[in-house]
């Protein structure tokens, strides 16, 4: 893998940082709202499956 390839990938691995963090602190204050709370859980439990691919990616040295 070349390190353009690898910055991006840990560019993009930041940024879905941010994202669950964000969805995380809404999470937080409005967990009195049972159907906003499972919607951003699926969008959390999305972006920790594409930060999960992108680490096997950047561990195994090789794209996809």
């Given at each position: 893998?070349n390190?353009?390839?690898?910055?991006r990938?840990?560019?993009?691995q930041k940024?879905?940082r941010r994202k669950?963090a964000?969805?995380?602190?809404?999470?937080?204050e409005?967990s009195d709202?049972?159907y906003?709370?499972?919607?951003?859980?699926?969008?959390?439990?999305?972006i920790d499956?594409?930060?999960e691919?992108?680490r096997?990616?950047l561990?195994?040295?090789?794209?996809?």
């Open positions: 893998m390190i353009l390839k690898r910055y990938l840990k560019k993009q940024a879905l669950y964000i969805y995380e602190q809404l999470q937080t409005h709202d049972e906003f709370y499972r919607c951003t859980q699926k969008e959390m439990d999305a499956e594409e930060a691919q992108i096997h990616v561990e195994m040295g090789c794209c996809e």
